[in-house]
């Protein structure tokens, strides 16, 4: 189970106070909901890397155990997605260079990669912004959507986006 969690700082200061940062202390567990008194423990962490198109950096993910449930929570800075090794930044601005019709950086081939889920995960985003009330209905035109969309995650905050719409139809707005 993953927890999207804002640290307050970007990848480059988190890379560099590494398993000094301040992880969450958390009330209960996400899957089971037991209290966290005595069920939660950090288990560690595991290493990934955050990349941008000026820096890859490896960094620690803490992980916490509920001792209830026996599931592993992992606590994600919210400038990640999950799964993904590019932060949300870097890919949601390559897919907004190719809906311009500009050129994005990174290999094509990533680019495509990123371009076609986003357009994939379309409806996804539309129903979120249904959910808190902010659009109604979807146009035909799936590149006139995905503009949009693009639009008001940039305005929404990509990284409050990341957090809020977590969870959303059990999964996030990238997944497969």
Not at 47 to 67: A, S
Not at 68 to 82: A, E, G, R, W, Y
Not at 104 to 116: D, E, T
Request: glycine residues 8%; aromatic residues 14%.
């Amino acid at each position: 189970m993953i927890i999207s969690y804002d640290f307050g700082i970007g990848l480059v200061e988190y890379g560099e106070r590494g398993i000094e940062n301040e992880f969450p202390l958390l009330d209960e567990c996400s899957n089971c909901h037991c209290p966290a008194h005595g069920n939660l423990h950090r288990n560690g962490y595991y290493w990934r890397y955050g990349i941008t198109d000026d820096v890859t950096l490896r960094i620690p993910i803490c992980r916490i155990k509920c001792l209830q449930c026996k599931v592993n929570i992992s606590i994600l800075p919210d400038f990640l997605l999950p799964y993904f090794q590019h932060t949300v930044h870097t890919v949601l601005d390559r897919v907004k260079h190719v809906l311009q019709k500009k050129k994005a950086k990174g290999s094509r081939q990533l680019v495509s990669f990123y371009y076609k889920r986003y357009l994939k995960g379309i409806n996804w985003i539309h129903s979120f912004f249904i959910d808190i009330g902010l659009v109604s209905a979807m146009s035909g035109n799936i590149i006139k959507e995905a503009t949009k969309y693009m639009k008001m995650i940039s305005d929404f905050g990509e990284s409050p986006f990341l957090r809020r719409s977590q969870g959303h139809l059990s999964t996030y707005f990238m997944a497969n």
